[in-house]
């Protein structure tokens, strides 16, 4: 089944085509890289699906339904997002970060929470529970009680990772997860990507720069050039592409 399908998806600023034409899909389950040298257009793909920018052509479907929501409904639909900048609330606790995420899951009002209502002190521990959960299945249970403040980075992106999991999307999208991490920080964070897809059944999209990160972690990869899909397929079949190697080289042996 695919989880996610784009078919002739166009973007244009101005007179500039961002993304021109462009068709593919993930499967359901699947850890799949959207990749492409600088400018290609991988950003933007990322904020149709997001619908932070409508399309100018072209669907987006998602699970078989058209997505043609605004942006403050994707979540509800089932997809969650992290960022190429970590975008934390850096004067409230990791804990409190990720509960911020479960704001759309909340079911009390206003007037209940701000008088503290029975209801609402239950449902605010079940959210607190649902967020230690998760910092727990990524390691970080030891930072719950931390300010975002000053964290190490590699901790930083976690907590951006773990708020977009906390309402169990089905499809979480990952713009440059290891972006400014060591080696030894990658290689647990693909860890955790295969945990993510293994134990909470999320399919997963990534935008990577790393390609060696991309090659050993990546079920399928798009490659994206100009705006265009230029090859598709497992790591070894793109790494052997001739467009591939051309567009990130400049030659073709």
């Known amino acids: 089944m695919e989880m996610l399908q784009l078919d002739g998806v166009t973007v244009r600023f101005g007179g500039l085509v961002a993304v021109n034409s462009l068709s593919f899909s993930v499967a359901e389950g699947s850890i799949h890289g959207l990749i492409g040298p600088n400018g290609a257009g991988k950003s933007t793909v990322f904020n149709a699906v997001s619908r932070f920018r409508k399309q100018d052509a072209g669907t987006i479907a998602f699970k078989g339904r058209r997505l043609d929501c605004e942006a403050h409904e994707v979540v509800k639909r089932g997809i969650g997002r992290t960022f190429q900048n970590v975008e934390l609330f850096r004067g409230q ?51 719950a009680g931390r300010l975002a403040h000053g964290l190490p980075y590699g901790v930083q992106k976690l907590v951006e990772l773990a708020r977009a999991m906390v309402l169990r999307p089905s499809l979480i999208l990952l713009d440059e997860p290891v972006a400014g991490m060591n080696p030894t920080e990658r290689r647990e964070l693909a860890q955790v990507i295969r ?3 293994d134990s909470y059944n999320m399919t997963v999209l990534l935008v990577e720069h790393d390609m060696s990160f991309v090659m050993g972690l990546c079920d399928k990869i798009t490659v994206m050039n100009f705006g265009s899909k230029i090859a598709e397929g497992t790591p070894d079949e793109v790494q052997r592409n001739p467009q591939v190697i051309q567009a990130y080289l400049g030659e073709e042996d």
Request: glycine fraction near 6%; proline fraction near 4%; charged fraction near 25%.
């Open 93 to 143: 606790t990791v804990l409190d970060n990720i509960m911020i995420g479960l704001h759309t899951s909340s079911r009390a009002d206003f007037l209940s929470a701000a008088l503290r209502m029975p209801a609402a002190l239950r449902e605010e521990a079940e959210l607190r529970q649902k967020a230690t959960e998760v910092l727990e299945s990524l390691g970080i249970p030891g930072y």
């Open 195 to 197: 945990m993510i897809r």
